[in-house]
């Protein structure tokens, strides 16, 4: 049987946390961040068995869309890791071009446009108006390009619309060398500071597109070195800790990755992790950025930074299968690929 989470009238374990050198207060969203990773986990992991619906008994969690605990496991994630990722030329340049071109759109269906209509995605083989003839095509026709998941802004370049820019900024990634500048960083952040130096990438998309590209086998940077905060995860966290993370929200991060395994035994929760592997620094971010949204229902009178009070996405069921592959240097799988798409089938 499932466990609800239920709303707690009061924190009932430290009083107050001294995170980085601050004394916060944790709200009753605090315990709902943990309660809410445990059940969210165990609903991944009975999808991932095969069960049949309903996976959880808490409403919310039934009734409104969220992401997985674990950024590489939800879906978009799994197609760059299976089918873009470890697929097709292994020089760097090349799994760089294709993690780029992918994240600029972040959406799977432009993806298989692109790979159904030109075939093998390669920078070699790279045309600006090839790229752009599909890519026009598609919009003239209605079809959305972008993923809703976060805005990509349009970077100032030169073109009109949205997607050519896109497509100039890569250009200008692969003509200033931007694969040799990530390779040689000695640190994620150092790397994090290449990638923010390109037009239309603020802190938040240069750190998430450098988690992309560190799903890789090139780069090795540890999950733990350095996390932004976006939009999302500062709202939860002003949730959980009130006014006073305001500022220290990459702390209070580390906080919640360091102190995982205290804060479920102390509400008595189950949460074996990944495979094992424990929350990481992104991890933690991103259920930042779900508490805050669970809370909009959960706790209304919790007030965040941006004042949303609806959850805009419902759940709607995916009839496609899952797939758990992660990269293999985390060495929680084995290293044979799932089956590559059958593009076949999408034209």
Known sequence: MSTTIKPRAAFDGTSELVIAGRRLSPTTVFDTYWRFAAERQRVYERKLAGQVGPWTADPILARYRFTNCYRASDRVSQHLITQVIYRGPSEWSEVFFRVMLFKLFNRISTWRLLTAVLGEISWANYSWQAYDAVLSGAFSEGQRLYSPAYVIPQPPLGELRKHRNHLRLLELMMATDAPAKIASATTMAAAFEVLKGYPGLGDFLAFQFLIDLNYTSVLSFSEMDFVVAGPGARDGIRKCFGLGAQGVEAEV????????????????????????????????????????????VAHPHVQGVSGRTRIKQGYRADSAPLTAWFPPKWEINSEELPPAECLEQRR
Request: proline letters at 0%.
């Open 253 to 296: 991060i580390r906080y919640m990755a360091d102190m995982q395994e205290v804060q479920f035994e102390r509400l008595g929760l189950e949460f074996s992790g990944l495979f094992g592997r424990r929350l990481q620094l992104i991890d933690c971010q991103n259920l930042f950025c779900e508490v805050d949204k669970y809370s909009r």
